[in-house]
Structures are given as structure tokens and as C-alpha cells.
């Protein structure tokens, strides 16, 4: 097990930084790789996981998708794509170790969320787990913001779109998507892939390529993908990102699908300082443009906010209940046995450091 958790560690890493290499690289024709074409790596990777299903359970028991639950993961796909757009823009403008510690205000932002739209009283551990997640992630916005003075209207945007990027995912968090029967853990992923495929094939991408050039928002994907496929550095990139993403997913539903969910909250808690760690290596040691650079006293600024967050989550692993559906993984805030509303998930997985989770369809992580 712990070889399942080192090698879902090395394939998130892998997949968090190839996506920001692209961005540096250019293209024979001119064409930069561009967040919206990023997006759909993702997904397509997490599309991929539906012939992975099918393929691993080739001698056992098949599992048949009923209308129903296939219809209802549209709704959380949807959701998806556009958090997962707004965070590749987010990652367009900052390092992949800062991207990848503010995810983990997800956790609060779940937390928040939920109390607001249920009125309960705030358990103890949510208020202690959010004051120190404000106090380390407020370490890591300075800390960022202070080590590129010039770049700082390009880190502004970038943190902007990152924080609208979390502010949906909190919300996917609270999406129940399939309130019957569970699906498969990679099978759920996949469909959702296959979802947020086709939204982006049939609206996204075309609503991009009307936009003005001079909005910002104009992107040719079709360009992009040319100017990809000729160019082998890219190419390259686009590559590691799909299979390195579609790994990710097949270990880290191995790894949570343990009894032992040490491996798991191992995993959660490592993914952010590996990417770091190991971006700064690739920054001093190739030419690769990781955008990874030690900052002096900025960085050590930001290690001190991420060494908070460790230690928030680390207590909020150790001291919260458990998931009331008979799973070892932990939740952030206590699950409230006399809500009502059918759309709410009780059951809030507490590793802000993977971009969501669905309990129910899905019960794992995804970049």
C-alpha cells in the first residue's frame, strides 16, 4: 500500500507540473497552450478511466450504467469544468506550489458554505480548523505576492481566478450527484469525464473561439491542438498530463479503498510539497519552465504558511468523525442527521489538496 500512495504521489506531481510546463512553451506556429485546451487534457484523462474500468473488470461481475445515475452526473460535470477552467487560468499566472496549497481553501470554504446554507451551530473543530486555515493561507498569499513585485497584476489575476476556482469547487463539494445506487469509483470519474468532454466539444470550445480577440477570453482550441501535435516538447506535455492524471485516478482509488486510511490522508497531506519540492529541483536543474523559483524570504514565508496547513489538516483528520456510510475516510465538518434538503452531501472529504471529491459516485480524488 504504502507503493500505491508513492506511486499516486509521483503521478499527481507529474500531472500538476506538466500542465504549467505547457504554458511556458511555445508552439511552431506561435499558438501558446491556453487554459480552456488544458482543461479538456483533464477531463479527457478522466474519460479514459471508463475503458480502465472495463478493462480491469474484463473477468468479473460487469456493471451496467442505469439512464438515471448517467443523467444526474451531468450536473456535478458541468459544475467541474468550470472549476477546473477557472483553476487552469489560475495556474496560467502562478507557480504550481502556490496553486496547489490554495486549493486547500476548499476546506474552509466547504465548511463556511455549509453553515450558511443549513444555519447549524459551527462545531468546535470547524472554528479551530478555519482560523488556522485563514492564518496559513493568508502566509501563502503574502508570501506570493511579495516575491515577484513586478509580476504582481499578473499574480493578482491569477489568485483571483484561482479563488473563483475554489469558491466552485466548494460548491461541487456540496453537489449530491447520484443520491441511489453508487457507481464504481472509476467508472464514476469516468463518466463525468465523458461529460465534461462532450460540454466542453459542444459549448465551451465553440463560445471561446466567438469571443473578441480583444476580450481575453478568445481561444482556438483546433489551433491549439495543431500547434501541440507539431510541436514534440508540447506534445510531449500534453501527453504526460493525460496519462499521468488517468494513473493518479486508478492508484489513489486503490490507495482510499484500503482499510488503513493513513495511506490516503499520506497522500493528501504530500501531494502540495512534493509538487513544491520538486518543481524547485526541475527550476535550478533543467530549462523546463516550471516558474518555481526560492524567493528568498518570501518562500520562507509560504513554507511557514504550508507547514499551518499541514498541521490544520493533520488535526482535522485526527480529531473529525467518521463518514457514516461505513468508508474510513474522514470528513471536516459533523454530519447533521436532520437536514432536509435532498441536494446537500452530508459528508464533506476533508483533503483540499485534490480539486473534489463525491462521496457517494465517486469516493476519491481528483486532481
Known sequence: MASR????LVAGTAATLSLKVAFGLSSHNGVDVQPLFQTGLVFLAMALLVPVHYISTCNGERTTIEKGA???LCR?????VLATALAMAGLLYLAPSTHKLLQYSVMPLVALLKWLLKRDDAPSL???GLGLYLVALTCIVVGTVCSAPAASSSIARGLLFLGASCIVQSVLFLVDADASEPLPPLLG???QGLWGCLFMALLVFPAAYCMPMSSGLYENVLATAHGVATNSDLLAAALVTVLSTTTFHVVAVRVLGDLDEVYGYVLAVSLAP?????GIVLQYSTSLPVDEPWAGVASVVQLSGMALLLYATTLVHNEAPELPVGVGHRVFAYSSGSATEPHLAQRLVAYGSFKAADHKTRGSFVI
Not at 5 to 8: G, K, P, T, W
Not at 274 to 278: F, G, K, P
Open 5 to 8: 500512495s508513492a506511486a499516486a
Open 70 to 72: 448517467f443523467w444526474r
Open 76 to 80: 456535478p460535470a458541468v459544475i467541474d
Open 126 to 128: 470547524a472554528t479551530r
Open 189 to 191: 470519474i469516468g463518466v
Open 274 to 278: 512534493s509538487v513544491w519540492a520538486v
